[in-house]
């Protein structure tokens, strides 16, 4: 299925195009976007994109006119110093999307102008095969258009929700957004486990991640809730049972545990927007 969206006659400008920006433009173009409507700003670019400027992508060079939309991918790191490059693009017509994770949209106001449409976006890491989920936040100078242009864009690399206000994204950033460093670290333990129980590490590792893996393309594609799924795979007195009491066994177990683990990622989340 093709976007079929509109970025209109100004096009789009990507600033920034690592692992995060590749993704989503890699997206864009599979799903209708022509590179002749793109303007990359990125320091060191991938030899993809620069063979992309045969097509009509404009590469390290500055727009004439305003675009329409200005996705900054950059890294939080250097955001400061790729900002006032686009600084002119500001309180006009232009809408901003950001991906850097942690700058708040007071931070763009205050170097693009307090009037400029800021849509901020957290995206995660399975956006860069296309199965990431980005929430997405708007200030109130995003026109509905915009910002159904901006869910647009950013489905391209996965699901989209929509969030009430900015605080929320404390919450996003320690669920979806640290969440798949837990899976991660949950397969390597999982990984060990098979390991001191007599497997070898390849088959191990193999069962560890295609059941992770097939494990949450099931929640997903049957909508049923994981507590219902669980409830499923778990016969009364069998070895699933056994294994979860030792889940539940202190307290709530494995549930009082992500919830502290997802408070502290919330908690370092709102002291590193705080500065």
């Known amino acids: 299925m093709r976007l079929m969206m509109d970025v209109g006659a100004g096009g789009l400008l990507l600033l920034g195009c690592g692992k995060m920006g590749g993704a989503m433009l890699r997206g864009w173009l599979a799903n209708g976007l022509t590179p002749d409507q793109v303007t990359v700003l990125d320091p060191h670019p991938a030899e993809w994109l620069t063979d992309l400027q045969?097509?009509?992508?404009?590469?390290?060079?500055?727009?004439?006119?305003?675009?329409?939309?200005?996705?900054?991918?950059?890294?939080?790191?250097?955001?400061?110093?790729?900002?006032?490059?686009v600084a002119a693009f500001g309180n006009g017509p232009t809408m901003f999307i950001s991906v850097a994770a942690g700058t708040l949209i007071s931070t763009f106001e205050s170097i693009l102008g307090p009037e400029t449409p800021v849509v901020r976006a957290m995206p995660n890491t399975p956006a860069a095969i296309g199965a990431g989920i980005t929430a997405l936040v708007a200030n109130p100078h995003v026109?509905?258009?915009?910002?159904?242009?901006a869910e647009q864009l950013l489905g391209a690399v996965g699901e989209v929700v929509l969030l009430d206000h900015e605080e929320q994204m404390h919450a996003v950033t320690a669920l979806s957004g640290s969440g798949?460093?837990?899976?991660?670290?949950?397969?390597?333990?999982?990984?060990?486990?098979?390991?001191?129980?007599g497997l070898s590490q390849e088959v191990s590792s193999r069962l560890a991640v295609?059941?992770?893996?097939?494990?949450?393309?099931?929640?997903?594609?049957?909508?049923?809730?994981?507590?219902?799924?669980?409830?499923?795979v778990t016969s009364p007195k069998g070895t699933t049972a056994a294994g979860l009491d030792v889940f539940m066994r202190q307290g709530n177990g494995i549930l009082e545990l992500v919830e502290q683990t997802a408070k502290a990622a919330s908690d370092r989340s709102r002291k590193l927007a705080a500065g």
């Open 143 to 149: 026109e509905t258009d915009q910002l159904h242009l």
């Open 54 to 85: 045969i097509q009509g992508l404009r590469l390290n060079t500055q727009p004439d006119t305003p675009p329409a939309i200005a996705v900054i991918a950059t890294k939080p790191q250097i955001m400061a110093d790729a900002i006032p490059g």
């Open 210 to 232: 295609a059941m992770v893996a097939g494990s949450g393309k099931l929640m997903s594609q049957t909508g049923d809730e994981p507590a219902l799924l669980r409830e499923q």
């Open 180 to 197: 798949p460093a837990y899976v991660f670290a949950m397969t390597e333990a999982l990984t060990q486990a098979g390991i001191g129980l």
